[in-house]
Nanobody, 114 residues
Framework: QVQLVESGGGLVQAGGSLRLSCAASGSIYFSLYLMGWYRQAPGKQRELVATISAGGADKNYADSVKGRFTISRDNNKKTVYLDMSDLKPEDTAVYYC??????WGQGTQVTVSS
């Protein structure tokens, strides 16, 4: 059974930075799978933030976070990261990581104050 656990969320002022982590357990083939970060703001649909290929070479970002967020992974640690900088109030959401859009974590809250 694959389990994903996000951490690193919190309250930050606009312009600040946070690093989110997503640790996978029970995923034997973690290093072979696409991983992604998603977010859901109150009253809105869940949206894609960033994805990273199995080896980490290919990364894709939502237009709204390009140049501010960086996704990375450490396959030895079975962990995916999301480095967020220049945070804006509109980045406030619950952030989820996903393996292949099949397995999901419980989410971590990010709140950006103006």
């Amino acid at each position: 059974q694959v389990q994903l656990v996000e951490s690193g969320g919190g309250l930050v002022q606009a312009g600040g930075s946070l690093r989110l982590s997503c640790a996978a357990s029970g995923s034997i083939y973690f290093s072979l799978y696409l991983m992604g970060w998603y977010r859901q703001a109150p009253g809105k649909q869940r949206e894609l933030v960033a994805t990273i290929s199995a080896g980490g070479a290919d990364k894709n970002y939502a237009d709204s976070v390009k140049g501010r967020f960086t996704i990375s992974r450490d396959n030895n640690k079975k962990t995916v990261y999301l480095d967020m900088s220049d945070l804006k109030p509109e980045d406030t959401a619950v952030y989820y990581c996903s393996e292949r859009n099949i397995y999901w974590g419980q989410g971590t809250q990010v709140t950006v104050s103006s």
